[in-house]
């Protein structure tokens, strides 16, 4: 039963007392179920490995051995997506399974396909491999361009200026916008950046500029010690950088299908 208390009228600061049954049944109306999990966003880093051959033979998984020897920190333990665009023949689902579970002893761990026709896609379904679609690839929106192109110019930039060292296991990133980094960025740390990269300091650890297909986008630094660069997907590891670039100020940057490093000065 719920009591109904009559208003009246009180000097200031004295106290109306009210019912206990009624303090129980507002305590009931504003008690709220707890959630027992919760959505958030993450930036992910996934290696896209493109198969150009759908002979998976020895030469194959020599190849991969050779490869993760030579950058064993870009490879091992990163999760990873496998790309079909120039094997659109290949359709053998045993095939696929095979090389997946070779793969994943390397401890590569594949969790995706992308670039896939339908009997590629049915196979990795089949294998509990998600499509991973790339913003680049899709179609052109249709559906009222002007608006979404007023929306993308109201936008503020997202430059992202940090003032700290970058210290090992940290990632920083722009996703709309280019990233400056005054002051040294440690092994093991990344940087990520929908534009260009500038790092006034020593460059170790990951940059990833255009990461989401800007083949403009470029990477700057002071002194070059990095585990891996990369623009729009294309990336060099440490063991590919010649060693009189090491240590120096330099661009990183596109030309056709290579990542070029330049002196800079």
């Known amino acids: 039963m719920r009591v109904r208390v009559a208003p009246r009228h009180t000097r200031a600061g004295a106290r ?29 880093t996934a290696i896209a490995l493109r198969i150009e051959s759908d002979q998976f033979d020895d030469a194959f998984f020599e190849a991969i ?31 696929l399974a095979d090389l997946v579970a070779k793969l994943r002893t390397r401890n590569m761990l594949v969790f995706g396909v992308q670039n896939t026709t339908t009997p590629q896609l049915e196979a990795a379904d089949g294998l509990g491999l998600i499509p991973v679609r790339i913003g680049r690839d899709g179609p052109a929106p249709e559906a009222k361009p002007a608006r979404k192109s007023k929306v993308d110019r109201l936008l503020p930039p997202d430059n992202k200026v940090i003032t700290k060292p ?31 990269i500038h790092v006034y300091g020593p460059l170790r650890g990951r940059a990833m500029a255009g990461c989401h297909g800007d083949e403009t986008g470029r990477i700057f630094c002071r002194a070059l010690h990095a585990e891996l660069l990369a ?13 009189e670039l090491r240590g120096q100020a330099v661009q990183i940057f596109l030309k056709g299908e290579r990542l070029c490093v330049e002196a800079l000065g």
Do not use: H, W
């Not at 049944?25 to 504003?30: I, L, V």
């Not at 210290?167 to 740390?189: K, N």
């Open 16 to 44: 109306i007392p009210v019912p206990a049954d009624v303090t129980r049944d507002r305590g009931a109306r504003a008690s709220v179920a707890v959630q027992p999990f919760q959505v958030r966003g993450r930036f992910m």
């Open 65 to 95: 051995d050779a490869q993760i020897t030579k950058a064993p920190q870009l490879l091992l333990d990163a999760p990873m997506v496998l790309d079909f665009s120039k094997v659109p023949e290949f359709a053998d689902s045993a095939a």
């Open 166 to 196: 970058v210290r090992s296991g940290q990632l920083v990133v722009a996703e709309r916008g280019d990233l400056t980094v005054i002051g040294p960025v440690s092994s093991g740390a990344e940087l990520v950046a929908a534009g260009n």
């Open 231 to 243: 623009v729009a997907g294309l990336y060099r590891t440490s063991e590919s950088i010649e060693d």
